[in-house]
């Protein structure tokens, strides 16, 4: 099989025939080592959860309809941060905007105008997105 990077059939191969095929993988070292999905996405085990998205509010977040997001309850709610809230009775996913002692719910697609919160509103943080899962 002369030209390529393979031996005979012998086992012997001809060193002018051998080209270099790259570098060694930087991973190399690390393939013994078994990736755990659980430390990397749960933080507090006992209050993470897996909600599946419907719909394209957070489209411009890189969360889609159908993804899988990972939350986590005992996270604190922080401006910017993207939060799964309770909206008079309705789970919604939106980003968490605070100005002073007001605050509102932001879509990321146009599509979709802010949601000012007001006190006579039926609201809640359930809780904060960590990840999102989705197929390629």
Request: a negative charge.
């Amino acid at each position: 099989m002369s030209g390529s990077d393979f031996s005979d059939s012998s086992g012997s191969s001809n060193s002018s025939d051998r080209r270099s095929a790259g570098f060694p993988s930087p991973a190399a070292d690390y393939i013994e080592q078994r990736l755990d999905l659980n430390s990397l996405l749960i933080k507090h085990r006992e209050a993470t959860f897996f909600l599946r998205v419907e719909g394209d509010s957070m489209i411009g977040a890189g969360i889609h309809s159908g993804d899988l997001i990972v939350v986590d309850r005992p996270l604190k709610a922080q401006h910017k941060k993207v939060v799964v809230a309770v909206l008079d009775g309705e789970l919604i996913i939106r980003r968490l905007l605070i100005d002073g002692d007001s605050f509102s719910l932001a879509s990321e697609n146009p599509d979709y105008p802010p949601i000012k919160i007001t006190g006579d509103a039926n609201f809640e943080i359930w809780g904060t997105v960590t990840n999102v899962i989705h197929e390629l």
